[in-house]
């Protein structure tokens, strides 16, 4: 299973940025969970969203009403819709996913916010 994560870049605050994460091996449909995660320089790795197999949505509470996480089921690509971001929103963003027992993760793309 690999997980191919992109769209990062560098934007200003209150920019969009729209990140995908295409999966080869499994389908996204079939996933317990695909989720975005973020670690930013010196700190740990934390959770930012997460899309259930049902459809469910969790998000961290400080991007709740920001960022928006979604699938497209024929693309086997799970997005990861970035509005009005801010410098703390800085990090690199990974795609993670869970089938079955066995989480996989992919590399990570830069998100850098300036303000």
């Known amino acids: 299973v690999q997980l191919q994560a992109s769209g990062g870049g560098s934007v200003q605050a209150g920019g969009s940025l729209r990140l995908s994460c295409v999966a080869s091996?499994?389908?996204?449909?079939?996933?317990?969970?695909m989720g975005w995660y973020r670690q930013a320089p010196g700190k740990q790795r934390d959770l930012v969203a997460t899309?259930?197999?049902?459809?469910?949505?969790n998000y961290a509470d400080s991007v709740k009403g920001r960022f928006t996480i979604s699938r497209d089921n024929a693309k086997n690509t799970v997005f990861l819709q970035m509005n009005s971001l801010e410098p703390g929103d800085t990090a690199v963003y990974y795609c993670?996913?869970?089938w079955g027992l066995g989480w996989y993760s992919g590399q990570g793309t830069q998100v850098t916010v300036s303000s």
């Open positions: 993670k996913a869970r």
């Open positions: 091996g499994r389908t996204v449909f079939s996933a317990n969970v």
């Open positions: 899309l259930t197999s049902d459809g469910s949505t």
